[in-house]
């Protein structure tokens, strides 16, 4: 390859990962090019093109479409399991939820927003968990939204199948056999009474929010990492507004908060949730 044929590969692999932080926030560094040829290569080939490189040429000439978007959904990352990380899960059980409950005893209300959802593992993980620990509070008026931005794992989070693999991946054999129903195949259908727990729609986080109610419980994890600073200082600024004032925020076990005057930090053992700060103009 000549170097101005390098220089224009460059080019198209640069001006793509900017369609995609305009459009969706991921935020890549031209380093990250090694992801195309795996997460782009069947999606281009299977348009006709030879590789991803035609493929992104012919997105960068036209106005964004469902092309793209099948692209930009090719780059995000869905990794997810079932109570993934634990540590937080039981620290919601035993802490978290019961300082919620005690706070809306009288309303009998309680509102949930599990913001990059993926493939609906994390919102159900919570569900299964308050089925299990709170089943008193299953005829309250459970406003659980689980949104992401990714049209293709809604679908997969809508119908609550999973393969044995990815219901061994952070459930018990009981949990399986309580919530699950084994289909032919040999995966697995979530049992409705936990499905109808949740209802997920598409909400992209650095676009317009659908309207939404003020929250007690937002799990936003793994999904802000992949955001620049300023992005993610955005977003989270607009999620201290959709929290209520008792509202607890939970991030991803590799991401903090410290030092953002939206939000205080409260300490679980070696883990944080964050609740809306005092602005410093009051
Ligand atoms: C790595 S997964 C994390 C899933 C889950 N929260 C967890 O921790 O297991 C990141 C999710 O964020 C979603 N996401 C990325 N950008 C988004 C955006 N702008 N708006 C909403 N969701 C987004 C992706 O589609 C993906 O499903």
Redesign the pocket.
Known sequence: MTSSQSANRLGTIAAFFRLLEEN???SLEISKEYLLSSRLDSLARDKGFSGYLPFLESLLVSPVDHDHWQAFEAM??????FF?DRFPFEILRDSVIPEILEKKLSSKELNIWCA???SG??PYSLAILLKESFPHILDWKINFFA????DQ?LGRAENAIYSDMEVRRGLSDEQIARHFTSLPDGSYQLNSDIKRLIKFSK????KEWLPMPKFDLVLI???LI?FNKDMKDVVLKRMSLQLSDDGFLLL?ASESLLFNPDYIAKQYANLRFYKKGIPWNN
């Open positions: 969706v926030g991921i995000t990352t869905i990794e997810t399991m993934r990059a959802a993926s593992q994390e949104t992401d931005v990714c794992v909400l992209n986080l650095i994890r793994n999904a992949y991803g």
